[in-house]
Nanobody
């Protein structure tokens, strides 16, 4: 079992950057697929990015490709989401998720891959 705690959210202006952290405890994140999702007010939770560390496969939603980067620090057992060139539509609560799956590529976007979820961190992009 793994516990996940997100941090790093905040209020930022369009065009700026923010880095979210997802601290994992209980198990090493490198044995899981780790995903980031977000939920804007009044909308369903949507996929942002994921990496299956076991199979070295990374996948991003089209809306964040080339702006967001998922990475990890094994020593800290923490996964990061670096968000650059933020837009108003990036606003939402960002959730970190973990699961053991053989899936790679676009299949990582399915929420069915993930058994464990964090509590979320708020990101607000506003001018």
């Amino acid at each position: 079992q793994v516990q996940l705690v997100e941090s790093g959210g905040g209020l930022v202006q369009p065009g700026t950057s923010l880095r979210l952290s997802c601290a994992a405890s209980g198990r090493s994140f490198s044995t899981y697929a780790m995903g980031w999702y977000r939920q804007a007010p009044g909308k369903e939770r949507e996929f942002v990015a994921a990496r299956n560390w076991v199979y070295s496969s990374t996948y991003y939603a089209d809306s964040v490709k080339d702006r967001f980067t998922i990475s990890g620090d094994s020593a800290a057992n923490t996964v990061y989401l670096q968000m650059n060139s933020l837009k108003l539509e990036d606003t939402g609560v960002y959730y970190c998720a973990a699961g053991r799956t053989y899936r790679v590529g676009a299949a990582l976007s399915s929420q069915t891959n993930y058994n464990y979820w964090g509590q979320g961190t708020q990101v607000t992009v506003s001018s």
